[in-house]
């Protein structure tokens, strides 16, 4: 069973701080070398990290749910750099 | 920039309790809140348990936004295609005034955040704290991404939440291992009143609560749910972070494989999905505590791992907290004393009386248990449904045989010393 | 002109007030700029020649313009769209468009020849008269009309236009004020054939006016080509590049394709993101939204935080690996393939049908 | 010192407006109300004005009580002051009423204080008409300045004011005298992020309640369903464009033919898009 979480990031309310991106990769360097598992493109429940197939790893905030999880599993490299994004901005949601 | 009693940072249940008993006491608060209104950045299941809320709004029931009253608990145990467990329905539950309720967190916080507005407090929204302001090792206020956006105050109780930033920038504990957390995502999904209502054989008004665990969560230490509201159903699932790291299985792939489950598609066939989240849930207890006060600081609900995961009870344990912890404030400055960390410690000493402590020691050591036992989520679901499944197929096979074919199922995956040594476990970590 | 007449309550029959039976015939404003006649004045004229017919009534064209061929030339193609007469103000005032002046003319010819219908492009030009004109008449007006009809029985435009931002429509009707209004974008009405033997005759009116009366001066005149800005929401032939092109490199494939057309580039938003073209260029949710004649999408999923931006498009032609690729359920045409070999094979038969259509145009 | 009225409007945020795609109902739950973001671009051009020639800002709504969180968010941005328009009479009214009803709460302000310029959206994304500002202009006999993208320049002194205009082939620069009206094209600039004491002055600020009367409207019938010419006579869903695309082969299925292919099925069946492409290429 494949999932289009795409579909389902869709219904949720947005409002991108363009340009100011809340969470960003440190080193990208660690993440092509040293990091085998790459456990964030699996587990990122927006799916913003994703694997471009030649070990780098490219991470786009625009559907981030900012729920933590990416900073918290990323124990081994502490590699991700995890703000909230401005007042305002970021996930709005209209139910909870 | 002038000065107040107390800065408030976030408004979930604990900074909108804290903020609301604070104003309603005439202290100076200034509530900061980053989300476009209180709401829209906080998630849960959501079930909202009456009793913490009485003590703070007695009569919330007259306006409060809520969904449906709770007077159905099932709890199921589910195998691939299978599922075996109890449900109690009361009709005590069905007498006002009702104990639990089914809400949906961003219009029930707007509602709450309204009432601390007017009671005084001053809300700012749209507004992100991004660090504690110090002097020395006290804490004298909380930097905002606004311009000249310093605030200052004689205490700031911290509600922002699991990841908790601030306490963990200033160093007041570290940062959150796998271990501590849970990852849950959910859904809801539309449907009409009267769908909801017949297929869970309910009248307007009334609400019915699934609990889940087993195959669902392939193996993982979690759990899964599903709510009914006034006009939708929100359904959802939740594990170990560890245990999410460890498999590296998508969530929102296992969400979908739940909705597909045989027990639970019907129930949710011809749905309109019209939110997707996600949300960390503190797990750890009372191990995993942080420090929760300091001079000019103190810290309340989620952020100091305020939850009762083995009952699913985060928001009355945030909203108790969020009121104890500006009781405590209320006190020192009706005694002129200062917010300094021997004179907050009051605040502990008001958990340790309350339920709040008492059940976080009570099941200290489950997280522990779970952890190291797998079993209990696979190994046992899978024995218990096929033994329902072995005793009611009638094949003229006589019972005895039976009985021992299911005793034999169980020795033979867990041996009977394993069998005696979960039992153990489990009533210890239940004493 | 208004009178006041109770509203009609529910499903009463409703009768027009007898005073507003006087106003007749069907208008549509020829709306033209540095010397060229916008194309949506000439679908108005067709679907005007429609709502005409239904209603029995005769159809007409409005000019403006200052004195001249050209001004009177558009009264011409106005006969050959499928207007029977026009009515025309040759000012020099009226040279460059100016609210002033030009809302006078409209509501002196209104009030002079009394159309029960006016119709003008949802143009900027059309949008600022048309709502100066309709308060000035203290009349309703329908604005971005996606479909026009008339209901038989009591001869009221029925107006239906987007509401809550697409996401529904609405009909609307203006019952008892004179003349009936209503604006449409550009590209909705079909463009009617055009029949060079039609010719119809010319009523001429005074501005009546004097430059001193109008206090607004143009100053200058910038044209779009001038500007090096991006302009993909106002852009008719955009050829976007998606991940599928896996290489930056590969991006250059959009743009020979994109010159050979007089086409904009665009992209989606991981290839915006992974900087191979800037932002402004972004389709999409977050991005621009683009209706353009012709979209080119290579190498683009069609994920739908895209295509709520670009499925407006007239044709949509998809180039993607992917046969289930998303995008195949909304494009006009499709070509399951590798964009980075199809995508200079369509250069090369653009640029070959365009080399070969110069030529016989210049033998 | 330059006094500027931005009207806004409170409108739901229409892109979370769902249609439920098997009951083609409209699914209203779950959709916020927010600034109309065309008037935001607005609101910054004055504040804009403001910062630079030092002035006063009126911001003004019509619409139900709780449009006053609108009102308080342009305080919060840097808005003087604020006046929300509301009474049941006003229910229902078209572009017409809304901008008669505008344009009377103007006359009003102005008894206090002249009004130099009036700022507004260029349209809601709601009502979609871009009809309410040129309504008030033609009302109040101000200068119509539509669809600006940049205000080049304003001379307080000699009350004069060079914008640019966008027109469909290009912009025009336009000079005309206070007092006029701006509806603001969007993309023209960024609404700023709020300063803390703004926020603050926002929170405590007290929103002026005008009912019909203190806007200055004697006649009843001029505004609300009554002054609307209009009538909505049905809303509903538009069928979903479900056609897949045709997929173009040839028997070779090489990347000449299938590009010789498609050009020659686009141009047959789309002329107006041949047309288009030959135009652009030729220039």
């Known amino acids: 069973m494949n999932v289009n979480v795409e579909e389902k990031l869709f219904q949720n309310r947005y409002r991108v701080d363009h340009g100011r991106p809340h969470i960003s990769i440190i080193d990208a360097a660690v993440c092509a070398t040293e990091c085998r598992t790459q456990q964030c493109t699996q587990v990122c429940p927006a799916n913003c990290y994703k694997a471009e197939g030649n070990g780098n790893i490219t991470l786009i905030t625009d559907g981030c749910l900012e729920c933590g999880t990416c900073r918290i599993i990323c124990d081994d490299f502490r590699n991700v750099n995890w703000e909230y994004p401005r007042g305002g901005y970021g996930i709005l949601f209209k139910f909870g | 920039m002038e000065k107040f009693d107390a800065i408030v940072v976030g408004a979930g249940p604990s900074g909108n309790a804290a903020a609301y008993t604070l104003a309603k006491a005439g202290l100076s608060v200034i509530q900061i809140e980053r989300g476009e209104y209180p709401g829209s950045k906080n998630v849960q299941g959501a079930i909202l348990y009456s009793d913490a809320l009485e003590k703070i709004i007695p009569e919330f029931r007259d306006e409060a936004p809520l969904e449906r009253h709770i007077i159905e608990q099932r709890m199921w145990v589910l195998d691939d295609d299978s599922y075996i467990g109890t449900q109690y329905r009361s009709d005590a539950f069905n007498k006002a005034p009702y104990n639990r309720y089914t809400i949906l967190r961003a219009q029930f916080d707007k509602w709450f955040s309204g ?93 019915v609560v699934i609990e889940m665990l087993g195959k669902i969560t392939k193996g993982m230490m979690g759990t899964g749910f599903l ?180 005793v034999r199922s169980f020795t033979r995956s867990r041996s009977l010393f394993g069998l005696a040594g979960d039992a153990f476990k489990m009533w210890r970590a239940m004493r | 002109m208004s009178v006041e007449a109770k509203k009609p309550a529910g499903k009463k029959k409703f009768e027009l007030d007898p005073r507003l039976a006087e106003y007749r015939g069907i208008w549509v404003f020829i709306e033209h700029e540095r010397g060229a006649a916008h194309s949506v004045s000439w679908e108005l004229l067709g679907e005007g020649r429609k709502l005409a017919d239904k209603l029995g009534v005769p159809l007409a064209g409005v000019v403006m313009g200052a004195p001249g061929e050209a001004t009177r030339g558009f009264c011409l193609e106005a006969f050959q769209y499928g207007a029977d007469l026009c009515y025309l103000i040759e000012d020099p005032l009226l040279n460059d468009y100016r609210n002033q002046p030009f809302t006078k003319g409209m509501t002196d010819l209104v009030n002079a020849y009394k159309p029960e219908i006016l119709l003008l492009g949802a143009t900027t030009l059309g949008r600022d008269l048309a709502g100066s004109v309709a308060t000035t008449l203290q009349t309703g007006l329908t604005a971005d009309c996606t479909e026009l009809n008339i209901d038989p029985e009591i001869r009221s435009l029925l107006a239906t ?82 991940k599928g092109l896996k290489k930056p490199e590969n991006f250059r494939l959009i743009w020979d394709l994109a010159k050979v057309l007089g086409a904009e580039v665009g992209a989606t938003r991981p290839v915006v993101q992974s900087g191979w073209v800037e932002a402004e260029r972004q389709v999409g949710q977050t991005g621009k939204t683009v209706r353009p004649k012709l979209y080119i999408a290579a190498g683009i999923s069609g994920a739908i935080q895209h295509r709520v931006g670009m499925d407006a498009s007239d044709v949509i032609i998809a180039i993607n690996s992917d046969p289930n690729a998303p995008i195949f359920d909304f494009a006009t045409y499709g070509i399951v393939g590798n964009a980075m070999t199809i995508l200079p094979a369509l250069t090369e038969a653009f640029r070959l049908e365009l080399a070969g259509r110069r030529e016989t145009a210049a033998a | 010192m330059i006094h500027i009225v931005v009207c806004i409007k409170q409108v739901p945020d229409s892109a979370q407006i769902r249609v439920h795609p098997v009951t083609n109902t409209i699914m209203r739950q779950g959709v916020p109300a927010i600034i109309n973001p065309y008037d935001l671009y607005a609101l910054e051009e004055a504040l804009r004005i403001k910062d630079k020639l030092g002035g006063f800002i009126t911001v003004i709504t019509m619409g139900p009580p709780q449009a006053e969180n609108a009102l308080r968010k342009a305080i919060s941005f840097g808005a003087d002051e604020a006046i929300l328009v509301t009474d049941r009479a006003f229910a229902g009214a078209d572009t017409l009423a809304t901008s008669f009803a505008l344009a009377s709460a103007i006359r009003q302000i102005e008894k206090s204080m002249p009004v130099d310029m009036v700022f507004c959206g260029k349209q809601t994304i709601d009502g979609d008409t871009a009809q309410v500002g040129p309504g008030i202009a033609k009302r109040l006999d101000l200068e119509l300045l539509t669809y600006i993208s940049s205000v080049v320049s304003v001379n307080t002194d000699k009350r004069e004011i060079v914008v640019q205009r966008r027109s469909e082939g290009g912009v025009q620069v336009l000079k005309t005298r206070l007092p006029c009206l701006i509806t603001m094209l969007e993309g023209s600039n960024e609404m700023r992020f709020a300063t803390m004491p703004n926020m603050i002055r926002a929170a405590r600020a007290t929103v002026k309640k005008w009912d019909r009367v203190a806007a200055g409207i004697e006649d009843p019938g001029k505004i609300g369903l009554k002054g609307s010419p209009t009538v909505v006579s049905k809303v509903f869903a538009p069928t979903p464009k479900t056609a897949k695309a045709e997929i173009v082969q040839t028997e070779s299925n090489e990347p000449q033919d299938l590009a010789a292919a498609l050009l020659m099925r686009v141009f047959t069946r789309f002329p107006h898009v041949a047309d288009e492409v030959r135009k652009n290429a030729a220039v």
Not at chain 2, 154 to 182: R, T, Y
Not at chain 2, 292 to 301: A, F, K, L, T
Not at chain 3, 185 to 213: C, F, K, W, Y
Request: glycine residues 8%; negative net charge.
């Open chain 3, 161 to 242: 236009r987007p509401t809550f931002g697409g996401s529904l429509l609405c009909t609307i009707q203006t019952l008892n004020y004179r003349p009936q209004m209503a604006t449409v974008r550009p590209r909705v009405m079909a463009m009617p054939q055009r029949d060079a033997a039609r010719s119809g005759n010319i009523i001429e009116h005074p501005l009546s006016m004097i430059e001193t009366d109008i206090v607004t001066k143009v100053l200058e005149y910038i044209p779009d080509q001038n500007t090096s800005k991006v302009n993909l929401a106002y852009a008719d032939i955009i050829v976007s590049g998606g």
């Open chain 2, 115 to 207: 009432k601390v507005s007017q009671a005084g407090a001053l809300v700012i929204c749209e507004t992100t704290a991004t660090d504690l302001i110090m002097d020395g090792s006290r804490v004298v206020g909380v930097r905002t991404d606004r311009e000249n956006g310093d605030l200052f105050a004689d205490v700031v109780i911290l509600a922002d939440g699991v990841n908790s930033l601030l306490a963990k920038k200033a160093g007041f504990h570290p940062e959150l291992k796998p271990a501590d957390v849970a990852l849950a995502v959910k859904e809801i999904l539309f449907l009409p009143q009267e769908t909801v209502e017949s297929r869970f054989n309910v009248k307007e008004g009334e609400g």
């Open chain 2, 227 to 406: 709510y009914t509201n006034n006009e939708s159903v929100t359904i959802g699932v939740g594990c170990m972070l560890s245990d999410f790291k460890k498999e590296r299985i998508s969530p929102y792939l296992l969400l979908e494989q739940m909705k597909a489950h045989p027990a639970i598609k019907p129930l949710i066939e011809g749905g309109e999905m019209k939110e997707y989240t996600a949300h960390l849930i503190p797990e750890g207890g009372l191990k995993a505590m942080p420090q929760i006060c300091g001079d000019g600081w103190m810290i309340v609900g989620d952020a100091g791992m305020f939850v009762n995961a083995v009952h699913r009870e985060g928001s009355n344990l945030a909203m108790t907290t969020g009121r104890l912890a500006a009781e405590t404030v209320i006190g020192l400055k009706q005694a002129g004393k200062e917010m300094k960390a021997p004179n907050l410690a009051a605040y502990r000493g008001k958990l340790d009386d309350s339920f709040v402590m008492k059940d976080l020691a009570k099941y200290k050591d489950m997280p522990g248990i779970f952890h190291a036992n797998p079993q209990f989520f696979t190994t046992y679901p899978e024995l218990v449904n096929q033994a329902a499944h072995t005793m009611l197929t009638v094949d003229g096979v006589d019972k005895k045989t039976k009985e021992r074919e299911i």
